[in-house]
């Protein structure tokens, strides 16, 4: 028999697995009311189960890799750190790059009627990377350009402008922490209620 924890730890799991793998059981780890908020979208589940970012390339899959998460639980109610790692390739400047993005995945979730499900999810840009495939090639970017990005999703916001998308330049990223201390402390407020 598991228990809350492991239950609740599938769960997050499942839902990472499910989102990279385009599964349509996505939907079964939210809350039809839940909420998210990621770079590329903020708001009610439809948002983000039937939609993506404009850098994606369908000629290639996301690759993503979780840690082991942080469940802070009180009753039927629990939130989540979780670590990630997301690379993604696709094509800048005629150039086959890989980009990857290291986040803090944040859930709240809820035992309603006997089942653990996702009520809302918030994510926490940390770092970045951008590099080529292929040994030997070379990516050439604006260091000037890349100054008016924020340090926490960068090279993000570089490729998402390059594939004709838009990006804030206010999601929450430990640039800003007292941005993502207050995360923590609506989290703890909620899971006191």
């Given at each position: 028999?598991?228990?809350?924890?492991?239950?609740?730890?599938?769960?997050?799991?499942?839902?990472?697995?499910?989102?990279?793998?385009?599964?349509?059981?996505?939907?079964?780890?939210?809350?039809?009311?839940?909420?998210?908020?990621?770079?590329?979208?903020?708001?009610?589940?439809?948002?983000?189960?039937?939609?993506?970012?404009?850098?994606?390339?369908?000629?290639?899959?996301?690759?993503?890799?979780?840690?082991?998460?942080?469940?802070?639980?009180?009753?039927?109610?629990?939130?989540?750190?979780?670590?990630?790692?997301?690379?993604?390739?696709?094509?800048?400047?005629?150039?086959?790059?890989?980009?990857?993005?290291?986040?803090?995945?944040?859930?709240?979730?809820?035992?309603?009627?006997?089942?653990?499900?996702?009520?809302?999810?918030?994510?926490?840009?940390?770092?970045?990377?951008?590099?080529?495939?292929?040994?030997?090639?070379?990516?050439?970017?604006?260091?000037?350009?890349?100054?008016?990005?924020?340090?926490?999703?960068?090279?993000?916001s570089y490729v998402r402008?390059?594939?004709?998308?838009?990006?804030?330049?206010?999601?929450?990223?430990?640039?800003?922490?007292?941005?993502?201390?207050?995360?923590?402390?609506?989290?703890?407020?909620?899971?006191?209620?």
């Amino acid at each position: 028999m598991f228990d809350d924890y492991s239950l609740i730890s599938q769960l997050v799991a499942k839902e990472r697995q499910y989102r990279v793998r385009h599964d349509p059981k996505l939907a079964d780890c939210y809350y039809s009311d839940a909420t998210v908020t990621t770079s590329w979208q903020k708001g009610d589940l439809r948002s983000f189960l039937h939609g993506e970012s404009k850098e994606v390339d369908h000629r290639f899959p996301i690759v993503c890799n979780v840690s082991t998460p942080v469940i802070h639980l009180n009753g039927k109610k629990a939130y989540v750190e979780l670590p990630t790692n997301t690379r993604m390739r696709m094509v800048v400047h005629d150039i086959l790059v890989e980009i990857e993005s290291f986040r803090r995945l944040i859930y709240r979730v809820e035992k309603r009627h006997d089942n653990w499900k996702i009520s809302s999810m918030i994510s926490i840009n940390e770092s970045d990377n951008l590099r080529p495939v292929i040994p030997g090639q070379v990516l050439k970017v604006d260091p000037k350009r890349l100054s008016k990005y924020r340090m926490s999703y960068q090279f993000l916001s570089y490729v998402r402008e390059e594939a004709g998308g838009q990006i804030s330049h206010d999601l929450l990223g430990i640039d800003r922490p007292k941005e993502v201390e207050k995360i923590y402390q609506d989290a703890d407020k909620w899971l006191k209620k």
